[in-house]
């Protein structure tokens, strides 16, 4: 899979949230994350671009997310329709925290767990939030210690967020 392959698969994903949450609108903040990640990560690189957005998570929907960009099915919640619609940071940074793991195939023991769940109700959701960021934290200290693989890595999230910026413009058709 290239990033193509995964901004269609995304693009599809967000098109589907916006149909079932009533509306080009819904996307609204994930369509802002969309538009200014590319110019933030040319200007700040990779890591930094990451860490803001970790910075602006929303605990409460972190799970959802990973569970609806990451499953075949698509349970989608008010949570989920109201951070797509007003900040789209949390569901932006697991877009690509999910690619970038594809990209060092990092399978993960937190990734099995929430994708083997039934439901939310099932994990402590605090305890699990808590290993998720430590994952994504361990994950960009693994690329800050390896100059060669960040290189790699920073060319395809910036390929991948202009191919998605693409997409969800498109979705949004096109319009301010």
Known sequence: M???DYALEIGE?????SKKCRGKDSIRGFRSRAREFPQMMQQMD?????TFLLSKIDDSILIPSIMYFSQAEENVTEKLCNEFKEEGYTSYLIVNFEWIKFKLQDIQFIDKCIKSSKSIEEIASDLLNSYIKNDLISVLKTLKDNVELLSE???SVLN???EIKKIVDGIYSGED
């Open 160 to 162: 991948l967020s202009i």
């Open 2 to 4: 290239d990033e193509v």
């Open 13 to 17: 994903k967000v098109l589907n949230l």
């Open 46 to 50: 990779l890591i930094p671009s990451m």
């Open 153 to 155: 890595v920073e060319d």
